[in-house]
């Protein structure tokens, strides 16, 4: 029985995806992107040595689509900012939960490094000088908002140990400075560990309000108050 004849016709290939090919992002991922991209760049390189055509590079779109949802480089930053400065202010006031003195001050000190640490570019974009102000504000005035708070604390505490409650405002930026100073320093060298960091912050804080003296003095200018 003779064979019967095989189809020899070439089989359809299937067509392969194009390679290289982009996805077309909405407006509002492609402003996501563009924020993420801007927030990489500045923390890297601060505001004043980033440029559109870098951002727009990176994001891999044309200088005008940058200029289409932040109107430049100015409103691109102040945007970034403002999400930083919201984010980590969010961060400092929700930690504030435990009645203790101590324990707020260890929950203030923890929550700055802890942003530090999970957020670095973000921290890296707060702590860069620049000239443009978002609305929210920057690293100093967080930090404003978060002394503003530890001075409430302070205050009660200082009426109940029989201190000037209107001292309170000086010592409570000298604490928030001192830990968000230190926390800087830690953003480079990350050791010891965070909680180490915490506590030995807090202890410095908490032993020194414990000794506090009513009426300081200075020792090398006796007389002069």
């Given at each position: 029985?003779?064979?019967?004849?095989?189809?020899?016709?070439?089989?359809?290939?299937?067509?392969?995806?194009?390679?290289?090919?982009?996805?077309?992002?909405?407006?509002?991922?492609?402003?996501?992107?563009?924020?993420?991209?801007?927030?990489?760049?500045?923390?890297?390189?601060?505001?004043?040595?980033?440029?559109?055509?870098?951002?727009?590079?990176?994001?891999?779109?044309?200088?005008?689509?940058?200029?289409?949802?932040?109107?430049?480089k100015e409103g691109?930053?102040?945007?970034?900012?403002?999400?930083?400065?919201?984010?980590?202010?969010?961060?400092?006031?929700?930690?504030l939960t435990a009645g203790h003195?101590?324990?707020l001050l260890e929950q203030a000190a923890l929550a700055l490094l802890d942003y530090i640490e999970e957020e670095t570019n973000g921290f890296?974009?707060?702590?860069?000088?620049?000239p443009v102000m978002s609305s929210s504000g920057n690293f100093s005035s967080v930090l404003n908002d978060v002394a503003h708070q530890v001075e409430?604390?302070?205050?009660?505490?200082?009426?109940t140990r029989g201190?000037?409650?209107?001292?309170?405002?000086?010592?409570s930026q000298a604490l928030v400075g001192m830990v968000a100073l230190t926390g800087r320093w830690w953003l480079e060298v990350r050791k010891p560990r965070k909680e180490t960091v915490a506590a030995h912050l807090v202890n410095l804080c908490w032993n020194g309000l414990a000794q506090l003296e009513a009426k300081p003095v200075l020792l090398t200018r006796k007389g002069v108050k």
């Open positions: 029985m003779a064979d019967e004849p095989r189809d020899v016709r070439p089989a359809r290939q299937t067509a392969a995806p194009k390679t290289g090919s982009r996805v077309r992002m909405s407006f509002s991922q492609r402003r996501e992107q563009l924020i993420a991209v801007g927030r990489q760049l500045f923390a890297e390189r601060g505001f004043d040595a980033t440029s559109i055509e870098e951002i727009a590079s990176r994001a891999k779109v044309s200088k005008p689509v940058v200029y289409e949802h932040f109107g430049g691109l930053y102040a945007v970034v900012v403002d999400r930083e400065v919201t984010s980590l202010l969010t961060r400092v006031t929700s930690a003195p101590r324990e890296r974009v707060l702590v860069r000088e620049s409430h604390i302070l205050g009660a505490e200082f009426k201190y000037d409650p209107k001292l309170a405002e000086l010592y």
